[in-house]
């Protein structure tokens, strides 16, 4: 009963391929966040979503495109993968002014080739 | 220079030791998370904080708004506790309610 779940867990994509990755939440939160985290750079935002078709970039979007066409989905798409974006990303969620916290996916560990 | 500093990086104690990790922040905050990460796993929340001081089991968490500081207080350290520790904040001038995340400190407490 995790409230949001992250999938795949492990990928492995060859470079110049689409890749795109799901958040699904249960908890009916408005807001959702994709992260990726880096050695030395901790966890920094791709994009966040607000509300259904409601979304705004990140500091490190380029690259990167995400959609929320229903409160409990947000997807991330790498459109043609590249070895930088090799990483661990994380999905989150919070309600409104994140009141009552943030939860956290599992972690997507993808890996660029 | 980053909004969000964490001291320090890395931290090796004893089983039972007192252990504390201290986050400075530059902006205004709302509010300040703490959160820990297990090797190759997600990511909980141990604390939110916008004042004063909230204790959870051995954890103790603080924060002084004006001086822009924050402490996690770990008593009777346990080799269980191994794991980073970020410390996050939520700026007060965030319309997408982000958060922006220190570096992490690496703790190993050795049995």
């Known amino acids: 009963d995790a409230g949001i779940t992250q999938s795949p867990r492990h990928k492995v994509t060859e470079t110049g391929t689409p890749v795109t990755l799901r958040c699904h939440q249960t908890?009916?939160?408005?807001?959702m966040y994709w992260y990726r985290q880096d050695p030395g750079h901790g966890l920094r935002l791709i994009h966040y979503?607000?509300?259904?078709?409601?979304?705004d970039k990140g500091e490190v979007s380029d690259g990167y495109s995400v959609s929320r066409s229903k409160t409990e989905d947000f997807l991330l798409t790498l459109e043609s993968a590249t070895s930088s974006q090799t990483s661990v990303y994380f999905c989150?969620?919070?309600?409104?002014?994140?009141?009552?916290?943030?939860?956290f996916g599992s972690g997507t560990r993808l890996t660029v080739v | 220079k980053n909004e969000v500093e964490q001291s320090p990086q890395n931290l090796t104690a004893q089983e039972g030791e007192f252990i504390t990790i201290n986050c400075s922040y530059s902006?205004?905050?709302?509010?300040l998370h703490w959160l820990q990460q297990h090797p190759g796993g997600g990511i909980v929340s141990l604390f939110m904080?916008?004042?004063g001081k909230k204790k959870h089991g051995r954890l103790i968490a603080t924060i002084n708004i004006q001086e822009k500081h924050s402490s996690l207080h770990i008593t009777a350290s346990h080799p269980r506790d191994s794991a980073v520790y970020i410390c996050?904040?939520?700026?007060?001038?965030?319309?997408?309610?982000?958060?922006?995340f220190g570096g992490g400190t690496r703790l190993m407490v050795k049995p």
């Open positions: 989150a969620i919070s309600s409104d002014r994140g009141i009552h916290g943030y939860t």
């Open positions: 908890e009916n939160h408005r807001y």
């Open positions: 979503s607000y509300g259904v078709k409601d979304t």
């Open positions: 902006v205004g905050i709302s509010a």
């Open positions: 904080l916008s004042s």
């Open positions: 996050a904040v939520r700026r007060v001038d965030n319309a997408g309610n982000m958060l922006t």
